[in-house]
Structures are given as C-alpha cells and as structure tokens.
C-alpha cells in the first residue's frame, strides 16, 4: 500500500523562494547584531520555519568571531544545521547549543534531505536511527510533516517500509566541496562529450551508408537501360540483317495465313447456310 503526498501551494510560494526571502531578513539583522543580539539572532533562526540554508549567515563576520570565542556552541550549532544531520548532533551534545523541541525536528528534516541526496529509496530502518526515533509511527508523522512543509516530496511505502523521494530543496555547501563539484560536473561534460561523438561518428557513418546504397541502386539502373537498348539495337540489327529474299517469303507467309484464316471463316459461313 502506497500512502502519497502531495505538496500544495502557488509557484512563487515555493520553498526556494520563501527560503531566500527569510534568510535575507536574518542576514540584513546579523550584519548589525553585536554580543547578546548576535546569540538571540542564531536561536531565531535555527527556529524559523522555512529557513533551511544556513551558509550566507556564516559569512558574515560578526557571527564569524563566534567560531573561536566563548560563544563557540552558536557558531557550531549554525554550522550543524548548514551542513550536519542529527546524527552528528547527538554525537557532539556537547559541542553544540542545546536543541529545544523545534529546532530538533528542523534538523531531522534536514537530515531527511541529506538521505534523500544519497539515495531516492530511504528504508525505514535507516531513517530510525538517523533520526532517533524509537517507533515507526513517529517516524511517518515527521515525514508527513516534511512533506507538508515542502521540504520534500514522495510517498511512504508501508508494504516495503520505505520512503521514495521525488524531491527535496538543496543545503547549503562547504566551501571544501566546491571543488569535488567542479570535478563531477566536468566528468559529466566529458562523458556527454564522448557520447555526442559517438552518436556524430554513427550518425556519419550511417550518411556513407545511404550514400554508397543510392549510388548502388544507380548503377544498377543505368545497367537495366543500358541491357534494355542493347536488346533493341541488337533485335533492329538482326531486321537489317535478314536478307530480303528471306523477309519477302516471311511476308508472303504470313500473307498466306491471312488468307487461309479469312476463307476458312468464309466458308463456315457458307456451310451454315446450305445447313438451314
């Protein structure tokens, strides 16, 4: 059994959008906020629903001097939500700024959206430890959720205990990565490159081929009328040929043909008149 949702809502409402509306907001903010207003700022935004990109606020050098500070769990807490899972965040408590209840569900969905980057097919049994969650019907209810909040779109399949993902909105990347990215999308040019040639090369070689066929069958052609009007010249050679003595007899014989066919049928006639 297929449970399937659906994500609802107009296009310029899409989760993109709203992302990068609420992220400018907080972004113009923390380019002012200082000491205590710079810790509120992070906390309202690990809290914000729909914001689910993190990156642009780490660049910033206000929440940048957090990093190495006595503030420290803030930064590392806005870096978990731009890049981790929740895994990691049980992993490293202590690291972090304590998660109330809201923020921990954000992070689960975000983690929904790293797994669903790695694979379409998600089981069950791996969303449950990822995400630390002790029963099944838990579980659904946070998917639901993720859906409904366009974070991603799929079905539950309760008959194989998986989700299937048709999408799910982008996080945020490490500066490190930019070059692995730059590496893979140069390996998927190449290999369009290489299968553009190859489909160029078929597609000439196909072109000869025509090419040789047509001028095959023109050929051919030629020799029929060529074999046709030596067959004629051949048979009006044989006519001259003929001497005329030869062409006067067959004349007369066929004369004589003639004339036989006509008499017999005259006298068919004839008969059939004594008859009545």
């Known amino acids: 059994m297929h449970t399937e949702m659906m994500a609802h809502g107009l296009e310029e409402n899409s989760p993109s ?44 050098p206000t929440i940048m001097e957090l990093e190495n500070g006595p503030h420290m769990k803030y930064y590392n807490a ?3 939500f731009a890049y981790g899972t929740f895994r990691q965040y049980l992993e ?3 690291q972090v700024l304590e998660l109330n209840g809201t923020m921990k569900k954000k992070l689960q969905h975000l983690t929904i959206v790293t797994l669903a980057i790695r694979t379409k097919c998600i089981p069950y049994q791996t969303l449950l430890v990822e995400l630390d969650i002790s029963n099944v019907r838990d579980l659904e209810d946070l998917i639901i959720e993720a859906i409904y909040a366009d974070i991603i779109h799929g079905k539950l399949d309760q008959k194989n205990s ?6 799910a909105i982008g996080r945020d990347i490490r500066p490190g990565d930019i070059s692995q990215i730059v590496g893979t999308l140069q390996e998927w040019c190449d290999s369009c490159a290489s299968v553009l040639n190859c489909i160029d090369t078929q597609i000439h070689r196909a072109n000869a081929e025509k090419a040789r066929s047509i001028k095959h069958k023109e050929k051919i052609d030629q020799e029929i009328v060529n074999l046709k009007k030596a067959i004629k010249s051949q048979t009006l050679d044989c006519d001259e040929a003929m001497p005329m003595e030869m062409r006067e007899q067959s004349n007369q014989e066929m004369r004589k043909k003639s004339t036989k066919s006509k008499t017999g049928k005259s006298s068919g006639k004839s008969w059939f008149k004594n008859f009545n």
């Open 17 to 60: 959008v709203a992302t990068h509306n609420a992220l400018e907001h907080f972004v113009a903010l923390a380019k002012m906020a200082r000491g205590a207003a710079c810790l509120d700022l992070i906390k309202q935004v690990l809290e914000a629903p729909g914001v689910y990109v993190f990156g642009e606020l780490l660049q910033i």
């Open 78 to 80: 806005l870096n978990l």
């Open 92 to 94: 490293k408590k202590d």
């Open 162 to 167: 998986q989700l299937e993902v048709d999408y």
